[in-house]
């Protein structure tokens, strides 16, 4: 990956900043915004998708509108630690999907899930599936979002 950086250029992150704010643009109206022909776009595009630095190209839907107006953050602690806990514990978070991320911590919090929700009942659905589907859960502690105060998918350039 870091091979692929060292050949970066403004472009390259004028490209990435570009998608990052609107990826279904036509490849003709990124090179325009940053200064290149369709086709070297199109290839400094594709490079950037071959090297996986562009995952994947998605639509970003607003919660709130599909009635998931509710954000949770749920810190979990855990006495185990084991390969067998840690497949379980992993099966479990897929199986739910209104767990939108899940992060293993350093720190006092073993892991930190993020959820969207309706409500505080929606949310206490969910809870109950995830302690029933999660064994030896030592402490599951919930935190919810009053407001939203910045979000983006957009990532910075590293200084």
């Given at each position: 990956?870091?091979?692929?950086?060292?050949?970066?250029?403004?472009i390259?992150?004028?490209?990435?900043?570009v998608?990052?704010a609107?990826?279904?643009?036509?490849?003709?109206?990124?090179g325009?915004?940053?200064?290149?022909?369709?086709?070297?776009?199109?290839?400094r595009?594709?490079?950037?998708e071959?090297?996986?630095i562009?995952a994947?190209?998605?639509?970003?839907?607003?919660?709130?509108?599909?009635?998931?107006?509710t954000?949770?953050?749920?810190?979990?602690?855990?006495?185990?630690?084991?390969?067998?806990?840690?497949?379980?514990?992993?099966?479990?978070?897929?199986a739910?999907?209104?767990?939108?991320?899940?992060?293993?911590?350093a720190?006092?919090?073993?892991?930190?899930?993020?959820?969207?929700?309706?409500?505080?009942?929606?949310?206490?659905?969910?809870?109950?599936?995830?302690?029933?589907?999660?064994?030896?859960?030592?402490?599951?502690s919930s935190?919810?979002?009053?407001?939203?105060?910045?979000?983006?998918?957009?990532?910075?350039?590293?200084t």
């Amino acid at each position: 990956m870091s091979d692929i950086l060292s050949q970066f250029d403004s472009i390259d992150w004028a490209i990435l900043g570009v998608l990052q704010a609107d990826a279904s643009l036509a490849v003709q109206d990124v090179g325009d915004r940053v200064g290149l022909s369709s086709n070297a776009c199109w290839r400094r595009i594709k490079r950037l998708e071959d090297s996986g630095i562009i995952a994947r190209r998605v639509a970003l839907v607003d919660p709130a509108k599909l009635g998931l107006a509710t954000t949770v953050f749920v810190s979990i602690r855990t006495n185990r630690h084991d390969p067998a806990w840690l497949e379980a514990f992993s099966r479990g978070v897929a199986a739910i999907d209104e767990i939108v991320e899940c992060h293993r911590m350093a720190g006092d919090v073993d892991y930190l899930l993020k959820l969207v929700v309706r409500d505080i009942a929606h949310y206490d659905r969910i809870y109950r599936k995830l302690i029933a589907a999660i064994p030896d859960l030592a402490d599951v502690s919930s935190s919810f979002s009053m407001e939203r105060m910045k979000a983006t998918t957009a990532l910075p350039r590293p200084t």
